[in-house]
């Protein structure tokens, strides 16, 4: 071992350790990415999907027309109400026929117009039913148990499942950092012979570390665009592109979550064998 380490040399064992380092950079910073943007997803799935609660208020028989407006703007300045939607009856009852897969006559549609009232996370539902019920205006304002039920569980799962995905994010982070300071001691005890100074052979050894460290997130992190364009390509002519966020989405988050990293490297100190740049305790 004295014959490959210890007098600063380049030999055929230690660059294809270097060699192994780098590409095990690469590979980590590629997986990283990958559950930083998977985070974000889940991210969009809670806010976009489960956490849009809504309710229904049925409007009363052969109102005016500014009555329907009066009615839509007094609940759209509730602070509860994230938006509405006006649903006239024929549009609730091709929506009727279609789940119930019949054809039913028009002449017998017996809906009325509604308006769908969209909530904030967290609002007390019963509390806005009953300031709506009490308009004239309003025959009945219903919600949909069953799928209020559901969107919490479902709400609570994809929660859990983020915060997994969070917490791989972690570990693969400090795992790179623990390779980058396995690296700068190479790098030490390879000059250990050279520079007699411990502090300024650890300072060395981590500067000449850290920019294989950064040019390794650097192609890491293009690698991982490139492939998630090719991806998203794939998934819009598959018919589901729905499914992945736009480049410009995932593009701001990779990049500062592997630009924390880098910062942490350089500022961190390095610590072989309780020394971190000072001397032995």
Known sequence: MRELFGFGKENSYLNRLNNKIFFSLVVIFITFNIFVT???HINGIIKENLNNFFIVADLQNNLEKNDKNEIEKYI???NEVKSTRFMDKKESFKKLQNDLNISIPKSTNPLSDSILIYLKAGTDIDKIQELIETKEEVKEVYKNEEYLHFSDNKSLT??????GSGSICFLLGLVSILIFNMSVGLEFFNNINIDRNPERNIRNS???KLLSYTFASIVAILIFFNLYLFLRKYSFLSGYNFILLSFREILIWNILTVTFLNF?????PISIFKMDGGEDE
Do not use: A, N, P, T
């Open 206 to 208: 981590k500067i000449r």
């Open 264 to 268: 942490l490297v350089w500022v961190l």
């Open 158 to 163: 994809w929660g859990v499942i983020q915060i």
């Open 76 to 78: 759209l300045e509730l």
């Open 38 to 40: 998977f985070s974000l």
